[in-house]
């Protein structure tokens, strides 16, 4: 079967249960795991897991740089997928990411979550300075109310 971010998402559930991936995932998302530990365990396969052969590019880039905010991008996709509005808070933390990149995939994730009390977060989006992070709130609007 091919690789998908719902079956990559999935399989890191399967592998390591839905508690420890939503954390892993969420010290992602919130910045919490420093861009050096990121190339070894657990976090290689983690990133393997919701981000497949770009994640394993990136990891091999010497120079770094690309995994500064792809890392957050995918572990908000995948939150989306693990369908947990538990994670909401986190979520939201990152529509005010420094990479609009974050911020469009954390607004998506939100109307995909469907979490209670996100609507003004959403909503503030709208006058995002990245056209595709207005989109997306757009979108996560139709969904949300």
Do not use: F
Not at 100 to 105: A, E, G, I, P
């Amino acid at each position: 079967m091919a690789w998908t971010p719902a079956r990559g998402t999935s399989d890191l559930i399967t592998r390591e249960g839905h508690h420890q991936a939503i954390t892993r995932l969420t010290h992602l998302l919130d910045g919490n795991v420093a861009g050096s530990d990121l190339c070894h365990e657990p976090w290689r396969s983690v990133l393997t897991a919701i981000g497949d052969g770009h994640a394993e590019r990136l990891m091999n880039d010497p120079s770094g740089d690309r995994l500064a905010y792809w890392p957050r991008s995918w572990a908000a996709r995948a939150l989306a997928y693990a369908g947990d509005p538990g994670v909401a808070s986190v979520v939201v933390a990152a529509t005010k990411d420094d990479h609009w990149r974050v911020r469009m995939t954390a607004i998506q994730t939100l109307g995909r979550l469907g979490a209670d009390g996100v609507v003004d977060e959403v909503r503030a989006a709208l006058d995002d300075e990245h056209p595709r992070v207005r989109a997306a709130a757009a979108l996560a609007l139709t969904r949300l109310e």
